[in-house]
T-cell receptor, first 107, second 116 residues
Framework: GIQVEQSPPDLILQEGANSTLRCNFS?????LQWFHQNPWGQLINLFY???GTKQNGRLSATTVATERYSLLYISSSQTTDSGVYFC?????????FGDGTTLTVKP | NAGVMQNPRHLVRRRGQEARLRCSPM?????VYWYRQLPEEGLKFMVY????????ESGMPKERFSAEFPKEGPSILRIQQVVRGDSAAYFC??????????????FGPGTRLLVL
């Protein structure tokens, strides 16, 4: 099956700092999503981005499908950005999730 | 348009009991997916269903677990004779059609199962 690797596994930032999270995947996929799981366990869809670049406020994402990776950028981080960020790739109907990046933003 | 709904949000069972988790997809969505998240891990695919059909159950444990999506009503994930290792968060997602054709999967809030 498809392998999804996320890096770094853990990230600690001071409020206001910027960060880049990476997602590598092992094969061609139909689509890719980024999620934020907050400390209460709620899974929030951030981007659906099979290719190209999208921006939403302080967050943006870029997927280079031909090179099998995606990047999530967080600028001017806030304490509410803390949580686990998952990348999920979809092929043949089911999504395969990476193990996530745990982000802690300190005030 | 209400999102994907799951109930109960929290469920406590004793070993050997049965757990029934319900998922109501978004309006107009006919495809449902179940995922399990064990503590400190990512989400793992369990099963993909359309109305009255199981499309892919490659992630379902061979025993004690079953899923259905009847013509009327929510999708049900059923776990018989629960064990402590079944304690996890179970997420349901839905899409309007086959997600391989670049349709986003929309996730529910999850059901957190605790087996005592």
């Amino acid at each position: 099956g498809i392998q999804v690797e996320q890096s770094p596994p853990d990230l600690i930032l001071q409020e206001g700092a910027n960060s880049t999270l990476r997602c590598n995947f092992s094969d061609s996929v139909n689509n890719l999503q980024w999620f934020h799981q907050n400390p209460w366990g709620q899974l929030i869809n951030l981007f659906y981005i099979p290719s190209g670049t999208k921006q939403n406020g302080r967050l943006s994402a870029t997927t280079v499908a031909t090179e099998r990776y995606s990047l999530l950028y967080i600028s001017s981080s806030q304490t509410t950005d803390s949580g686990v960020y998952f990348c999920a790739v979809n092929y043949a109907g089911k999504s395969t999730f990476g193990d996530g990046t745990t982000l802690t933003v300190k005030p | 348009n209400a999102g994907v709904m799951q109930n109960p949000r929290h469920l406590v069972r004793r070993r050997g009991q049965e757990a029934r988790l319900r998922c109501s997809p978004m309006k107009g969505h006919s495809h449902v997916y179940w995922y399990r998240q064990l503590p400190e891990e990512g989400l793992k695919f369990m099963v993909y269903l359309q109305k009255e059909n199981i499309i892919d159950e490659s992630g379902m444990p061979k025993e004690r677990f079953s899923a259905e999506f009847p013509k009327e009503g929510p999708s049900i994930l059923r776990i018989q004779q629960v064990v402590r290792g079944d304690s996890a968060a179970y997420f349901c997602a839905s899409s309007p059609r086959y997600s391989g054709r670049q349709e986003t999967q929309y996730f529910g809030p999850g059901t957190r199962l605790l087996v005592l």
